[in-house]
T-cell receptor, first 113, second 114 residues
Framework: GENVEQHPSTLSVQEGDSAVIKCTYSDSASNYFPWYKQELGKRPQLIIDIRSNVGEKKDQRIAVTLNKTAKHFSLHITETQPEDSAVYFCAASPLGSQGNLIFGKGTKLSVKP | NAGVMQNPRHLVRRRGQEARLRCSPMKGHSHVYWYRQLPEEGLKFMVYLQKENIIDESGMPKERFSAEFPKEGPSILRIQQVVRGDSAAYFC????????????FGPGTRLTVT
C-alpha cells in the first residue's frame, strides 16, 4: 500500500525566512496531495492541495510543487510569520482508495520572531 | 455554514467500558471519514462511510471497533471494551458529494482510557 515519508520532523526558522517541507510517496498511482496545518490541540486544516496533473500551485505565501517522476512533493512557505508555527502534515490519496488519505508523520515548524 | 462537529470533545473511560464518538458532517457533505491520531504521530485512516454504507473499513481494527452513518443523525464510532492503547485523538472529516478527497476535519475527540 501507499507509504508517505515526511522530512524534516522539526524545522526552526527566523521570521521572514522561507520554510520548505518535503514528502515522498511510494504509490505512483496516487493522484491527490493535500497539505494540512494543525495548531496545538486543534483540528487539521486544509491549506493547499495539488493534483497529479499539475506541477505547481501557489496561494499567496504558500506553494506546493509535485514531481511525479521522483514521487515527491514539497510545501514552500515564504516570508514566514510567528502564526505559521504549527505542525504541518502532507498526505497522498492512492488511486482507487475512494478518498482515504495516507498521512506523513508531520513537521513541527517554529517561526522565531 | 457550520463546520464538522464532533462530540464529546473529551472522553474518559475506564478499561473495559464502551466509548461512543459522534460526528456531524458539514451541511451538504455526504462522505465521512474517521482517523486516529496518537501523540506525536500523523493521522491514521480508519473508515470511510456514506449514508447507511461502509465504503472502506480497511483501517479499522478487526475487533472492538465499529462505525455507522445512519440515514438520520450523526456518524458514530464505537469502541467496545476499551484498553489503554485506545487512548488517542479521534478525528472525523467530511467531504462534498463527488469530491471525496477534499476533506474538512472536525475538532476531534480526545479519548483517555484509565
Amino acid at each position: 500500500g501507499e507509504n508517505v515519508e515526511q522530512h524534516p520532523s522539526t524545522l526552526s526558522v527566523q521570521e521572514g525566512d522561507s520554510a520548505v517541507i518535503k514528502c515522498t510517496y511510494s504509490d505512483s498511482a496516487s493522484n491527490y496531495f493535500p497539505w494540512y496545518k494543525q495548531e496545538l490541540g486543534k483540528r487539521p486544516q486544509l491549506i493547499i492541495d495539488i493534483r497529479s496533473n499539475v506541477g505547481e500551485k501557489k496561494d499567496q505565501r504558500i506553494a506546493v510543487t509535485l514531481n511525479k517522476t521522483a514521487k515527491h512533493f514539497s510545501l514552500h512557505i515564504t516570508e514566514t510569520q510567528p502564526e505559521d508555527s504549527a505542525v504541518y502534515f502532507c498526505a497522498a490519496s492512492p488511486l482507487g482508495s475512494q478518498g482515504n488519505l495516507i498521512f506523513g508523520k508531520g513537521t513541527k515548524l517554529s517561526v522565531k520572531p | 455554514n457550520a463546520g464538522v462537529m464532533q462530540n464529546p470533545r473529551h472522553l474518559v473511560r475506564r478499561r473495559g467500558q464502551e466509548a461512543r464518538l459522534r460526528c456531524s458532517p458539514m451541511k451538504g457533505h455526504s462522505h465521512v471519514y474517521w482517523y486516529r491520531q496518537l501523540p506525536e504521530e500523523g493521522l491514521k485512516f480508519m473508515v470511510y462511510l456514506q449514508k447507511e454504507n461502509i465504503i472502506d473499513e480497511s483501517g479499522m481494527p478487526k475487533e472492538r471497533f465499529s462505525a455507522e452513518f445512519p440515514k438520520e443523525g450523526p456518524s458514530i464510532l464505537r469502541i467496545q471494551q476499551v484498553v489503554r492503547g485506545d487512548s488517542a485523538a479521534y478525528f472525523c472529516a467530511s467531504s462534498p458529494t463527488g469530491r471525496p478527497y477534499e476533506q474538512y476535519f472536525g475538532p476531534g475527540t480526545r479519548l483517555t482510557v484509565t
